[in-house]
């Protein structure tokens, strides 16, 4: 299985300042298609998963553009401009190129 | 708006079984492939199966291959995980999910399976 590896897993922020996560992963995610099926998830204290981001830089409708994505092949990141207060909470990547697909093992926002 | 509603989750004795269903709204759902994700509790998430629009294809991660099943009735708006032989390891939030872009893109809400005795 593809490993997926985060990093850093608590990452304490201030509001209004930039924020980064890193995620790697053990095998190349450029799929036989031509696409890189990487997303990015943000799981807020006692809700459901929400997609952010796929196939590495796509913001999902209703996303801020304060968030953006970037890398390729098993090296990606996940930035946030100016972290605000509703921005708390635990980030995952997700790979969709090779089944099983696999999660990262989270990163945790505070402020 | 898209809608996933999960249901069917409860308590069960290890070597049990257990049926979820997911209720979907809002969007034609015979024509996207769906899956079901869980977490185990304070845990991170585990892509546990997919399934086709037609339900001809479906895979599973290793660890529920044949003691898991998943199903879907398209005339329904309905997707199943039918669940055979629990473990303890199999504790977990279930998540319905759409499968748009090789991930998924709206979830529902989640329904608790918990595996003790």
């Known amino acids: 299985d593809v490993v997926m590896t985060q990093s850093p897993l608590s990452l304490p922020v201030t509001l209004g300042q930039p924020a980064s996560i890193s995620c790697r992963s053990s095998q190349s995610l450029v799929h036989s298609d031509g696409n890189t099926y990487l997303n990015w998830f943000q799981q807020r204290p006692g809700q459901s998963p929400r997609r952010l981001m796929y196939?590495?830089?796509n913001r999902d409708s209703g996303v801020p553009d304060r968030f953006s994505g970037s890398g390729s092949d098993t090296d990606f990141t996940l930035k946030i401009s100016r972290v605000e207060a509703e921005d708390v909470g635990v980030y995952y990547c997700?790979?969709?190129?090779?089944?099983?697909?696999?999660f990262g093992q989270g990163t945790k926002v505070e402020i | 708006e898209v809608q996933l509603v999960e249901s069917g989750g409860g308590l069960v004795q290890p070597g049990g079984s257990l049926r979820l269903s997911c209720a979907a709204s809002g969007f034609t759902f015979s024509s996207y492939w769906m899956s079901w994700v869980r977490q185990a509790p304070g845990r991170g998430l585990e892509w546990v199966a997919n399934?086709?629009?037609?339900?001809?294809?479906?895979y599973y991660v290793d660890s529920v291959k044949g003691r898991f099943t998943v199903s879907r009735d398209n005339a329904k708006n309905s997707l199943y995980l039918q669940m055979n032989s629990l473990r303890a390891d199999d504790t977990a939030v279930y998540y319905c999910?759409?499968?748009?872009?090789?991930?998924?893109?709206?979830w529902g809400q989640g329904t608790l399976v918990t595996v003790s005795s």
């Open positions: 399934i086709k629009q037609d339900g001809s294809e479906k």
């Open positions: 196939k590495v830089s």
């Open positions: 997700m790979q969709g190129t090779h089944w099983p697909w696999t």
């Open positions: 999910a759409r499968v748009n872009q090789h991930t998924g893109d709206f």
